[in-house]
């Protein structure tokens, strides 16, 4: 787990008591009126107290900003009432410039936000407070171009909202529990959910109080499933105020949209239905062949920004002898990184991934005929916390010699494993539809976005999932896809990958230098709205997802 979440379990006693009493300083001082407000004027930084929230990057850019969405509302024709969330100050930076991109092309924009600077730290009322005039500091230049909410001083505490938003908050604060601790098992008595939970129930509270009487058009939220962010598009939905939802991947100057649903659940319905006819062409075929080419290697491809493998492809004999296989069929089963966002809520006849891995390594146990490899997801090394390598060692610490258990540190190419493969099993990992690319038969046990396409085995309950599998443990070689099946992958991989990102000229993660690489100027020019103005129809709902 992460430092910030670590504080919740226990500090040194000399940090203890270095903390406990300047935070007791700061509950006292947050309690009497105006102490935050006359430490501001007094100290008046850039920054407004020793924690990490800072809108420097936004702040600079942000005179050229405000001149290009004047000149270029004066043209604009009026738009819609849009209203905008965000919680966090990173996240606050980047859609307070989507919001004056909005505005400047006529639309009424109101964004409302908390000024938090850490999503699991329970600050005091003094810090959020000196924040909150920290912000409202540096976004009063705007003016009248876009109306900004802080809602940590709005009061709604006496209101109960609905009971389906109470559940709903529940279900947000479950989520968030998972995340921090990269674990699917929720204790609600933990002091860290009871924080997420007050944080979740208020943010409820104050949405549901403002979005009654201050009805938009539209609104769009970050992410829209953990955190306030996933209780704010929940409350939208509920009023069925129609919500835009949206994300950032490992590629720049696209995003991820979602309309009315949850961008993280990655739903391609509307997309693999309207490419029903598509058909690569020749340079289509090279570009993704391309792309899972460097996948492989782990290199860099056009706009990615993410190697997936910390080694480059070794070949398959070589990983082989590494792992001490022989030569009866290899299945592959890849998971994904234990409380990831892509596997909350993911669950189709499981009750977690954990339990589907479980139960699927018991029934291994008794087929020697095969070898199972399961490849713990690469990215567990760079976390701290309960792996599922070690959630499998202590359910079943001792394994039959057919099992292999590649732990996330090891130098093992997942991609070598593949040429190694005849039966693949997946969660959500985007490794099972790689595997379909090579022809590879592949179960899917969980919702993920490239399920009932047509090359995948994708059961429904128990008995499903164990009578294919089954199926494929006794015939593996005929079980190869057919050549139209691997032709479906492989337009299903080149659509997802470069027809279901839209184009948007900044990333969140890399905001900073996109703000000054993109300049507002233009992105409102003509050329830039001819890039990006599908992208803002399609946040504004002014065209849909088709």
Do not use: C
Not at 45 to 54: C, H, M
Not at 190 to 205: G, I, S, V
């Amino acid at each position: 787990m992460d430092r910030s979440v670590r504080a919740w379990i226990g500090r040194s006693k000399k940090g203890d008591m270095k903390t406990g009493k300047k935070e007791a300083v700061k509950r006292l001082l947050g309690d009497i009126p105006l102490t935050a407000e006359i430490y501001w004027l007094v100290r008046r930084s850039e920054n407004p107290a020793n924690v990490r929230y800072s809108l420097k990057g936004l702040k600079g850019i942000l005179p050229e900003a405000i001149a290009a969405v004047k000149s270029a509302r004066k043209n604009a024709p009026p738009g819609k009432k849009i209203f905008l969330f965000a919680s966090m100050h990173y996240w606050l930076e980047d859609i307070t410039m989507m919001a004056l991109a909005l505005s400047g092309q006529g639309h009424n924009v109101n964004l409302g936000y908390f000024p938090y600077a850490k999503w699991n730290i329970n600050q005091t009322k003094f810090d959020i407070r000196r924040q909150a005039i920290y912000t409202r500091d540096a976004l009063r230049p705007v003016g009248n171009l876009a109306n900004f909410i802080d809602f940590s001083g709005w009061n709604a505490s006496y209101l109960v909202v609905p009971d389906e938003i109470q559940r709903a908050v529940e279900n947000v604060t479950d989520y968030d529990y998972m995340y921090a601790f990269q674990t699917e098992e929720v204790d609600r008595a933990n002091d860290f959910y009871k924080f997420r939970y007050e944080r979740n129930y208020r943010a409820a509270q104050v949405l549901f109080d403002y979005l009654r009487t201050n009805r938009p058009d539209s609104a769009i939220v970050p992410n829209g499933t953990i955190m306030e962010m996933g209780v704010a598009y929940r409350v939208l939905r509920y009023l069925q105020i129609p919500t835009t939802t949206y994300e950032f991947s490992d590629q720049k100057k696209v995003m991820w949209v979602a309309q009315n649903d949850e961008v993280m659940l990655q739903n391609t319905d509307i997309l693999w239905k309207q490419n029903e006819d598509f058909t690569l062409n020749d340079s289509q075929l090279k570009e993704i062949q391309t792309l899972m080419s460097s996948r492989r290697n782990g290199t860099l491809f056009g706009n990615f920004s993410r190697q997936w493998q910390k080694i480059p492809s070794e070949g398959a004999q070589k990983v082989k002898t590494k792992l001490g296989l022989d030569e009866r069929p290899v299945v592959l089963m890849a998971t994904n990184v234990l409380g990831d966002s892509l596997t909350l809520g993911r669950q189709v006849f499981s009750k977690s991934m954990t339990d589907w891995l479980i139960r699927t390594i018991q029934y291994f146990v008794e087929v020697p005929k095969v070898q199972l490899v399961i490849r713990i997801h690469p990215g567990e090394a760079l976390v701290k916390h309960g792996s599922i390598y070690d959630k499998i060692r202590e359910t079943l610490p001792v394994l039959p010699d057919h099992i292999h258990l590649v732990a996330p540190t090891e130098d093992i190419n997942t991609y070598d494993l593949m040429e190694l493969t005849r039966i693949g099993l997946v969660y959500t990992t985007t490794v099972g539809l790689e595997m379909a690319l090579h022809g590879i038969p592949v179960l899917v046990a969980g919702k993920t976005h490239y399920r009932n396409r047509g090359f995948t085995h994708d059961p429904n309950t128990w008995v499903d999932y164990f009578k294919t599998l089954n199926k494929l443990i006794s015939n593996p070689q005929d079980s190869m896809l057919s050549e139209e099946q691997i032709k479906l992958a492989w337009k299903y991989a080149y659509l997802f990958f470069y027809k279901y990102p839209v184009p948007f000229p900044w990333h969140m993660v890399f905001r900073e230098k996109d703000f000054k690489e993109a300049s507002m100027a233009e992105v409102l020019s003509k050329s830039g709205l001819k890039a990006y103005k599908s992208t803002f129809d399609l946040l504004t709902f002014q065209t849909r997802l088709r």
